[in-house]
């Protein structure tokens, strides 16, 4: 019984909040100070139209025209071609920013010489770049892979740069004096040490990730959550545009959790004295 009652007041505060907030949400709702009425769904609403996205359910009034989801897909489908995209740009962003930031760190060089190039590319916002990227690749999902690589691709840079940056070279010397090869020092002390840094720019680059799907859907968007997103506003299903912000607000909340729990078991001493 004891370790439960720590439990119920930490989860306290936030259970508070949330009736807080759908309280204010509904009375604002109910109030008709924003018209037409249709622009400020109630929370009730709202799930009902997540539900419906979740499920087969008649349209036109007859029984006989069902049909899936929204556009087709349900909520869940859309959000998982959304992750599916958000996945491959973060993969790629990775692969080219982390051998890209060591790099950067190694030979202060080619940092100088990289670096105004990469600041450069991380003060553009993404939503710049649809255009051309569209012109090159077309409608389809290449455009928009790429459009997250590039909102992915700076903060990884730069955290693994300043990763490698905060390697004391004392740390370095001290492996090579005890007989460690430049190989081995590169692998089995610089790499580790910038894990930490290289998971804080990860978790910042999910973040724009997800700030950015939904313009990497605007166009030819659908199956995706951005682009439902997109379209229910634009078609005045304020209620189903809403559920789909609130779906991809929590599952950043969620991947941001997996991503700290990630850290702890990768980089347990980090905090640590």
């Not at 936030?14 to 109630?42: N, R």
């Not at 909520?75 to 890209?100: D, Q």
Request: charged share 15%.
């Amino acid at each position: 019984m004891t370790p439960v009652l720590p439990s119920v007041r930490r989860a306290l505060p936030h259970v508070v909040t949330l009736a807080v907030v759908l309280t204010a949400w509904s009375l604002v709702s109910a109030s008709d100070v924003v018209k037409p009425a249709y622009l400020t769904p109630s929370p009730l609403e709202v799930w009902e139209a997540f539900v419906r996205a979740n499920t087969y359910h008649p349209i036109g009034g007859g029984v006989d025209r069902v049909v899936r989801g929204e556009e087709n897909y349900f909520l869940w489908e859309h959000l998982v071609v959304s992750l599916r995209r958000i996945g491959l740009g973060l993969a790629i962003a990775l692969v080219v920013a982390v051998p890209l930031g060591l790099t950067m760190g190694l030979f202060r060089g080619f940092g100088r010489v990289v670096g105004p190039y990469v600041d450069f590319l991380r003060s553009i916002p993404p939503l710049a770049y649809i255009g051309f990227l569209i012109a090159w690749f077309g409608f389809y999902d290449t455009s928009k892979v790429w459009l997250l690589v590039l909102a992915a691709f700076p903060p990884i840079t730069l955290a693994t740069l300043n990763g490698v940056r905060g390697v004391k070279e004392d740390h370095l010397n001290a492996a090579l004096s005890l007989g460690a090869t430049k190989r081995q020092t590169l692998t089995h002390v610089l790499a580790p040490a910038t894990v930490p840094d290289i998971l804080s720019g990860l978790r910042v680059a999910v973040g724009f990730a997800w700030t950015t799907v939904v313009a990497a859907e605007l166009a030819n968007g659908l199956p995706g959550i951005g682009g439902l997103a997109y379209l229910s506003g634009t078609q005045n299903k304020i209620a189903l545009s809403v559920a789909c912000i609130l779906v991809i607000g929590l599952t950043a909340i969620a991947l941001d959790t997996v991503l700290r729990i990630l850290e702890k078991q990768l980089a347990p001493w980090r905090g640590k004295a």
